[in-house]
T-cell receptor, first 116, second 115 residues
């Protein structure tokens, strides 16, 4: 079973508008972390934002915010005021902690295109 | 900080040859991860080390793949013999495992093409 599901292979948004990228996850752990990464066409992986399972407030980092709904097991990324440079692949990831095991499991990604 | 350094950036090799990918993690990070990215399978974790010790190698595809971390500042991923289906981008990433909110820092990746 997939641990991280990103149901939108591709998304389009107009410049300056907000966009939400969906992510659902599956875990039986109480303690876990959720991450979003951006991968532009140049290929590097860029860490954007983190949400801990015990965090009561949604995480925010500049124009990025994470809409965390624990009961629904969703961790959607919201990008406000989209810019052309936001066009990239976006990956949701989850870290489950088991002893010394801290590995990240990634979703398949969503390709975001920002139109001028 | 120079970040996670991977070499080479690109590698083209013939089927059957040995390939060695190299990674230098960020100084002070105690966890190191090797991922493979393909269009079909996305990002797959191959192996990861904590304090230079392999913790989980369940993602290593088969015996042709091996990874070592002889010290805290260096790791290798070796494929011997290489096959065309090994063509992918291989990422190395490092993190400080005790920092809960710290994402991995990825290297720039090695694009491997096996012909």
């Amino acid at each position: 079973a997939q641990k991280i599901t990103q149901t939108q292979p591709g998304m389009f948004v107009q410049e300056k508008e907000a966009v939400t990228l969906d992510c659902t996850y599956d875990t039986s752990d109480q303690s876990y972390g959720l991450f979003w990464y951006k991968q532009p066409s140049s290929g590097e992986m860029i860490f954007l934002i983190y949400q801990g399972s015990y965090d009561e407030q949604n995480a925010t980092e500049g124009r990025y915010s994470l809409n965390f709904q624990k009961a629904r097991k969703s961790a959607n990324l919201v990008i406000s005021a989209s810019q052309l440079g936001d066009s990239a692949m976006y990956f949701c990831a989850m870290r489950e902690s088991h002893g010394s095991n801290y590995k990240l499991t990634f979703g398949k990604g969503t390709l975001l295109t920002v139109n001028p | 900080d120079a970040g996670v350094i991977q070499s080479p950036r690109h590698e083209v090799t013939e089927m059957g040859q040995e390939v060695t990918l190299r990674c230098k993690p960020i100084s002070g990070h105690n966890s190191l991860f090797w991922y493979r990215q393909t269009m079909m399978r996305g990002l797959e974790l191959l192996i990861y080390f904590n304090n230079n010790v392999p913790i989980d190698d369940s993602g290593m595809p088969e015996d042709r793949f091996s990874a070592k971390m002889p010290n805290a500042s260096f790791s290798t991923l070796k494929i011997q013999p290489s096959e065309p289906r090994d063509s992918a981008v291989y990422f190395c990433a490092s993190s400080f495992s005790r920092a809960d909110n710290y994402g991995y820092t990825f290297g720039s990746g090695t694009r491997l093409t096996v012909v």
